[in-house]
Antibody
Framework: QVQIQQWGAGLLKPSETLSLTCAVY????????WSWIRQPPGKGLEWIGQ???????TYNPSLQSRVTISVDTSKNQFSLSLGSVTAADTAVYYC?????????????WGQGTLVTVSS | QSALAQPASVSGSPGQSITISCTGT?????????VSWYQQHPGKAPKLMIY???NRPSGVSNRFSGSKSGNTASLTISGLQAEDEADYYC??????????FGGGTKLTVL
């Protein structure tokens, strides 16, 4: 059974850097891609980006200049860094596993972390 | 990249069937068989309901089905039940190797 546990700071000030991490328990870490998705309060889902186990990344063009996703295969963990945050970055942030090989869907999700940006 | 287009809301009575559409372009929905659907109850993480246009993960009711025609994918829920009331999102792989979600559809079971 696959479980994904996520953690990180929930309250930031404008211009600070958001940092979240997900740990994966169970299943194969190398056979999948690992994604970040966010959801502003009362709004829809937005794909942020993904990484595979060798560190290849793809980002949403609208966030690319501020986003870094990294992976630590020794711990089966992956992380999100989003710089220069503003109130518009306030959202629930989810991490998720993606099949990622000729088939793209998110089958396991973390519990979500509410990140609030406020001065 | 623009979000895929979904109706903001749909409704149906218990036992009825409803269909939610998800319209994109030939660069996403129309170009790949990597359309997936997610159910989200309030305060919960999304749950995968359909992948690769029409495949159901283990444990998902066969009342949920998916299809695609051209640039539009569809999710059909038959035999509506109260527990189906939730938000539904579609997602697609894109020509730029990114992923895009629909704006979401709120399903109300009357």
């Amino acid at each position: 059974q696959v479980q994904i546990q996520q953690w990180g700071a929930g309250l930031l000030k404008p211009s600070e850097t958001l940092s979240l991490t997900c740990a994966v328990y169970g299943g194969s870490f190398s056979d999948y891609h690992w994604s970040w998705i966010r959801q502003p309060p009362g709004k829809g889902l937005e794909w942020i980006g993904q990484i595979n186990y060798i560190g290849n990344t793809t980002y949403n063009p609208s966030l690319q200049s501020r986003v870094t996703i990294s992976v630590d295969t020794s711990k089966n963990q992956f992380s999100l860094s989003l710089g220069s945050v503003t109130a518009a970055d306030t959202a629930v942030y989810y991490c998720a596993r993606e099949r990622g090989i000729e088939s793209y869907y998110f089958d396991y999700w973390g519990q979500g972390t509410l990140v609030t940006v406020s001065s | 990249q623009s979000a895929l287009a979904q109706p903001a809301s749909v409704s149906g009575s218990p036992g009825q069937s409803i269909t939610i559409s998800c319209t994109g372009t030939s660069s996403d929905v129309g170009g790949y068989n990597s359309v997936s659907w997610y159910q989200q109850h309030p305060g919960k993480a999304p749950k995968l309901m359909i992948y690769d246009v029409s495949n159901r993960p283990s444990g998902v009711s066969n009342r949920f089905s998916g299809s695609k025609s051209g640039n539009t994918a569809s999710l059909t829920i038959s035999g509506l039940q109260a527990e189906d009331e939730a938000d539904y999102y579609c997602s697609s792989y894109t020509i730029n190797n990114t992923r895009v979600f629909g704006g979401g559809t709120k399903l109300t079971v009357l």
